[in-house]
């Protein structure tokens, strides 16, 4: 099950942990063109940038007019 916040820009997953990790989850993510914070708020993993390149521009979230047009119009 997944939820996004559209203001904060997280997404909430549960999961089960013996099915999948949390890491393979944000590895999934970032695959498909997101970048990924981990739980612990530091570290990263970046999607690809060709992979990035690909997405619509409204999902471009490394955009910072993106990211205020979002948290503006929700």
């Not at 999961?15 to 530091?42: C, F, M, W």
């Not at 690809?48 to 910072?64: F, G, S, T, V, W």
Request: with cysteine; hydrophobic share 35%.
């Amino acid at each position: 099950h997944a939820d996004w916040n559209v203001k904060n820009l997280e997404t909430l997953v549960v999961y089960r942990p013996k099915k999948i990790s949390e890491k393979k989850i944000h590895s999934t993510i970032a695959n498909l063109g997101h970048d990924q914070v981990l739980a612990d708020g530091v570290n990263k993993i970046i999607a690809p940038q060709e992979i990035y390149n690909k997405l619509p521009a409204c999902c471009k979230y490394r955009d910072p007019k993106i990211i205020k047009d979002h948290i503006t119009n929700g």
